[in-house]
């Protein structure tokens, strides 16, 4: 399968503990992204990488949330101290060259704080 | 103000008919993508469609066709042939060009429930 992986699928985690997930992008792609989406909602972004370098971070990424992208490879997005505001998923996906810059998403890592 | 409007939170259609999804944009940019996202209950965000703001012919990719209205800045989905795997929910998104990361802004979507 070449398309955006992101594991784990499914976290419930203890308010106040940390959490991380990983991306791995589809191969020849250099944007990355984050998004956030709750129950009922469309996705919002959170931050987007061009190759390793993070460009543009949204205000919804408080300093719990913490992206990388060593390499201009995999991404990480980890949250410190959740809270059960925290809970959602998370998507990530990833953009090349090709018509329109499409950007592909990953099956999503959903988040339960309790 | 939204940028992407939904105004359909759910919409049914009989299997095997067409079905018109609503999808409002606003932007002051001249160059802009308009896309089209299908997400099961399994939760990934699945590409159908894209237009482009300058492309003169409306979109389409084998059952899904994108009624591109510049001047009144809609981009609805139209569906033909309803099956029963294409309930979901479907979102619509922008992408504009003067946004350096290329980032999408999304509706909040639409569910499609098709009954047999």
């Known amino acids: 399968d070449t398309g955006v992986s992101q594991n784990p699928r499914h976290k419930i985690t203890k308010r106040g503990q940390n959490v991380t997930f990983r991306c791995d992008p589809i191969?020849?792609?250099?944007?990355l992204y984050w998004y956030r989406q709750t129950l009922g909602q469309g996705p919002e972004f959170l931050t987007y990488?061009?190759?390793?370098?993070?460009?543009?971070k949204s205000r919804l990424l408080s300093d719990r949330f913490s992206a990388e992208r060593p390499k201009g490879s995999f991404s990480t997005l980890e949250i410190q101290r959740t809270e059960q505001g925290d809970s959602a998923m998370y998507l990530c996906a990833s953009s090349g060259p090709g018509r329109g810059n499409t950007i592909y998403f990953g099956e999503g890592s959903w988040l339960t704080v309790v | 103000a939204q940028k992407i409007t939904q105004t359909q939170p759910g919409m049914f259609v009989q299997e095997k008919e067409a079905v018109t999804l609503d999808c409002t944009y606003d932007t002051s940019d001249p160059s802009y993508g308009l896309f089209w996202y299908k997400q099961p209950s399994s939760g990934e965000m699945i590409f159908l469609i894209y237009?482009?703001?300058?492309?003169?012919q409306n979109a389409t990719e084998g059952r899904y066709s994108l009624n591109f209205q510049k001047a009144r800045k809609s981009a609805n989905l139209v569906i033909s042939a309803s099956q029963l795997g294409d309930s979901a929910m479907y979102f619509c998104a922008m992408r504009e060009a003067s946004n350096a990361g290329n980032m999408l802004t999304f509706g909040g979507g639409t569910r499609l429930m098709v009954k047999p």
């Open positions: 191969s020849e792609h250099n944007r």
């Open positions: 990488f061009q190759n390793e370098a993070q460009l543009e």
């Open positions: 237009q482009g703001s300058y492309d003169q």
